[in-house]
Structures are given as structure tokens and as C-alpha cells.
Nanobody, 123 residues
Framework: QVQLAESGGGLVQAGGSLKLSCAASGRTFWPFAMGWFRQAPGKEREYVAA???????DYADSVKGRFTISRDNAKNTVYLQMNSLKPKDTAVYYC?????????????????WGQGTQVTVSS
């Protein structure tokens, strides 16, 4: 059973940076994609970024140019570097694993999820 564990969340002022990590265990092969999503109170889970295939990346328009997704295969870990944070980035951030090909932006297509890490950006 794959387990994902996010870390790195916290409270930061607007304009600041945070780096989230998602460590995976229990897998025997690298999945097709790893993605980051976020969910603010009262809102649906929202796509943020994904890394897939050989190392292709994709970002939601709202974070493009500010966030960077990367991975370390040897550590089975995916990262999300978040710069120039804004109050609207406040949410619980989740990492997900998608084992097969297809859309990387659609949350229901992900097979495993972590427990989430809170990111709060103050103005």
C-alpha cells in the first residue's frame, strides 16, 4: 500500500516562500504522475501542479511563474517550491499519486493521497 506524507507547511507573510515535500513509501515503481492540489475552506480541491512522464511539468495558471514542482527519484520525494506567496494561496495542500496515464489535472484520477499540510499566508 502506497503512503504519502506531506510536510513543510506553515504560516508565512505575503511575498514569502515555503517548500513542501511529499515522501512516498510502499511503492515498487515510480508512478506516471505526482501532483499537488490544494483545498481552501468551503471550496473544492484545486489543481496546483504535476510532474509526470520523464520529468514533464504542468502548472495551474494561478501559480505559474511562482511555484516549481520537482522530484528526487532516489528519495521517492516530490517537492513544491512556492515563492511570492499570496493570501489566496492559503489552503491545505495535498500530494497525490497517479499510477496510469491521462489527465494530471483531474483529482478523481489520482490513486493515492497524503493527509495534507496547511499553508497560511498572511497579508
Amino acid at each position: 500500500q502506497v503512503q504519502l506524507a506531506e510536510s513543510g507547511g506553515g504560516l508565512v507573510q505575503a511575498g514569502g516562500s515555503l517548500k513542501l515535500s511529499c515522501a512516498a513509501s510502499g511503492r515498487t515503481f515510480w508512478p506516471f504522475a505526482m501532483g499537488w492540489f490544494r483545498q481552501a475552506p468551503g471550496k473544492e480541491r484545486e489543481y496546483v501542479a504535476a510532474i509526470f512522464g520523464s520529468s514533464s511539468t504542468d502548472y495551474a495558471d494561478s501559480v505559474k511563474g511562482r511555484f516549481t514542482i520537482s522530484r528526487d527519484n532516489a528519495k521517492n520525494t516530490v517537492y513544491l517550491q512556492m515563492n511570492s506567496l499570496k493570501p489566496k494561496d492559503t489552503a491545505v495542500y495535498y500530494c497525490g499519486e497517479k499510477r496510469r496515464g491521462g489527465s494530471v489535472t483531474w483529482a478523481p484520477e489520482y490513486d493515492y493521497w497524503g493527509q495534507g499540510t496547511q499553508v497560511t499566508v498572511s497579508s
